[in-house]
């Protein structure tokens, strides 16, 4: 206790040099928003009020309604000065969209620990008995250094953990330990994936399509709701971009898109895993603003966030500060001021309240405090650094734990469970067959727009078919150019079914079997078009067709083995190298080098012919370029095309076969 003493009085002596009137300087005000849609009057830290005693909270439960009202009741006398006054409302213009209201849900944890293996060296317990709460139309934030658990916490509350995690203790959602159905919450990761050649709009539609139930009409009225509710009006008919020559939507609004995907479900409750994550100031005040309206219509939000501005901080209505899984504090944000400076660590004037909040638990800084040791500053030691943060986080926890604040806690978190409210019902899902014709038109528009998708490959595969074809062009209808017709057609189905491989980096993003028909199809017409008539094949329209369609097939199929790999393996590298591995395979054993009927069976021919699909389909080209031909062998015998294909060693269907032999034996 001496040693926290004397290391509470040192800070507390640099907190008061740098609080004193000679350096005092007026600092940026900032709104702190209490309940929804009260504005209250600006709040400067320079002179902020103490409080001695916490504020009674009165509960009640509304019978037959859809959310818990908790009124607030200030106890202390300056504290209820400062939110005495509010700004009257401004008036909504004509035509203005009034926003709409959410009936929220109360959630509350208690004694909530998450175990997960592994993840920590000097303990396994991630969380350690947390106690919180959130209230319908509040705005709640975890805030804590990195890995601290503030992810975990969200997860566990949301029970969105990992299968290897384990989660000890209780979470109330309305009074009542269930599980929140479908549709009745959202939540939003911190990285998030959105289609970037579609607009905010459409986006959002084809969400609501796949998540909601009815009719679409009805789905757009929802969609509309959401694009003014995160304040996307501007960008609704923008491609979210993010790709080549696209010019994409910036970070923050694209954060806000994709809250908005949740929005659809119209949810009761909001869970946000670093809504602020990569954004600047100014974008992270407009993301936090546009939450906080959405508060205001009632919404439950809970959210995650490691550091904020002043003017973000008093946008918060209560706050959980975590530390290597513990709760240091949990209550409003102004509190928590009161909170650090009762512990001994008042928070200096030029200082924001988040930065001096993470600065007091971070013990990243203790390694920055054994580089400064021994240097000095202009003013002599670095007095602003050499605070101990495991001392200051035992402080801030015993001080937590023996304070009314933690009573406060309890007490609420009592009075939101013993009585069950109104059950979340879940809002039901899209029919499996319409979610299929969704995807499918969805996947149809993306490929469409985005030229590396297929457009750049049809570039690909002409050049490589006009490299094919000018290769083995000008070969003529003579016995002797039979090897080199058989080598054509082998190289170019096995080298555009090689080319295909390209497609995966694009096929991990989204299953576009359905919708990739139409541009295999038109890949198949353009190629073999080129290819057919370079090389002079067989001049008859039947067996054009027949050569399209064959080559469509094996593309398809070709496109369907990519489909299996890639969502097997889930990743490029090797799904890239498997599928190498696999036409490489289907090379060997398509009867070109080796006559499949020489191959070792329990090797080759079973099962590995098998799977070789476009073995097939090169025999079947072959059968359609020499089946009925005949080759003048002197001046008064022929042979049959299967004769002379026989006779250069290729393998041949055994329709091909029955089909010749009957020709021989009628001659």
């Known amino acids: 206790m001496e040693e926290i003493q004397s290391q509470s009085d040192n800070y507390r002596s640099s907190s008061s040099s740098a609080s004193s009137p000679a350096s005092r300087v007026p600092s940026s005000n900032f709104f702190y928003l209490r309940k929804p849609g009260s504005l209250r009057q600006p709040i400067s830290f320079e002179d902020s009020p103490e409080w001695d005693d916490t504020t009674d909270i009165d509960v009640r439960v509304e019978e037959g309604g859809d959310s818990i009202n908790a009124a607030t009741t200030p106890a202390s006398p300056s504290l209820s000065k400062l939110n005495s006054g509010s700004l009257p409302s401004p008036h909504l213009p004509e035509g203005a969209v009034i926003p709409r209201k959410i009936a929220g849900a109360s959630v509350a944890w208690k004694d909530l620990t998450v175990t997960i293996k592994g993840k920590r060296k000097y303990s396994d317990k991630v969380i350690k008995s947390s106690t919180g709460y959130a209230l319908p139309g509040t705005l709640t934030v975890i805030m804590g250094p990195a890995k601290s658990g503030k992810s975990t916490l969200l997860r566990a509350i949301a029970g969105r953990l990992h299968p290897s995690a384990r989660m000890y203790g209780e979470v109330f959602v309305n009074g009542a330990k269930s599980h929140m159905p479908y549709g009745s919450y959202g939540y939003v990761d911190r990285e998030t994936t959105l289609i970037g050649s579609l607009t905010v709009r459409e986006f959002l539609y084809y969400s609501a399509l796949l998540q909601l139930p009815g009719f679409f009409c009805q789905k757009k009225s929802v969609v509309e709701d959401a694009i003014h509710a995160m304040s996307l009006g501007e960008h609704a008919n923008k491609l979210i971009g993010g790709h080549c020559y696209m010019k994409g939507l910036p970070s923050g609004e694209r954060r806000l898109v994709s809250i908005a995907r949740e929005l659809v479900m119209r949810p009761r409750i909001l869970f946000l895993d670093e809504p602020l994550y990569h954004l600047d100031s100014v974008s992270a005040l407009l993301m936090m603003v546009t939450l906080r309206r959405l508060a205001s219509t009632g919404c439950t939000l809970i959210i995650t966030i490691y550091q904020s501005s002043t003017e973000v901080f008093g946008l918060f209505d209560r706050i959980c500060l975590l530390s290597n899984g513990n709760t240091l504090f949990f209550g409003e944000t102004l509190a928590c001021l009161q909170h650090f400076s009762n512990a001994g660590f008042p928070c200096p004037i030029m200082q924001s309240p988040s930065d001096h909040f993470l600065r007091a638990i971070n013990t990243d800084f203790d ?256 059968e359609n370029e020499y089946l009925g031909t005949s080759f003048a062998v002197g001046q008064v015998r022929s042979i049959s095309g299967f004769q002379a294909l026989q006779g250069r060693k290729i393998s041949l269907l055994k329709s091909f076969k029955c089909s010749n032999r009957d020709t021989t034996d009628t001659s």
Not at 403 to 423: H, N
Not at 428 to 447: I, P, Q
Not at 451 to 464: C, F, P, S, V
Not at 519 to 526: N, P
């Open 367 to 622: 390694r920055i405090i054994a580089m400064c040791k021994n240097w000095q500053d202009d003013n002599g030691d670095f007095s602003s650094v050499n605070m101990d943060t495991a001392v200051a986080i035992r402080t801030l926890e015993a001080t937590y734990k023996s304070s009314t604040d933690a009573a406060s806690v309890e007490t609420m978190v009592l009075k939101l469970t013993e009585k069950e409210g109104p059950a979340l019902k879940s809002k039901g899902k899209a029919s499996n067959a319409t979610r299929v014709a969704v995807l499918t038109w969805r996947s149809l528009l993306v490929v469409s727009r985005e030229w590396k998708y297929y457009w750049l490959h049809l570039i690909l595969y002409m050049l490589l078919t006009l490299c094919i074809g000018t290769s083995f062009s000008g070969l003529g209808h003579s016995l002797s150019s039979v090897g080199a017709r058989v080598a054509a057609i082998f190289v170019f189905v096995s080298f555009c079914s090689l080319l295909s491989i390209a497609r995966v980096p694009a096929l991990m993003k989204e299953i576009k079997l359905l919708s990739s028909i139409p541009f295999l199809f038109l890949i198949s017409i353009t190629s073999s078009l080129v290819f057919y008539f370079l090389v002079g094949l067989e001049d008859q329209f039947s067996l054009l067709m027949y050569f399209v369609l064959n080559f469509f097939v094996t593309l398809l199929l070709n496109e369907g083995i990519m489909l299996v790999v890639a969502t097997l393996w889930q990743e490029v590298f090797w799904s890239v190298l498997t599928l190498l591995c696999v036409h490489v395979v289907m090379m060997l054993s398509a009867g070109y080098f080796r006559i499949r009927s020489t191959l070792p069976g329990p090797v080759w021919m079973y099962p590995m012919s098998y799977i070789a699909f476009h073995t097939y389909s090169i025999q079947g080209l072959l």
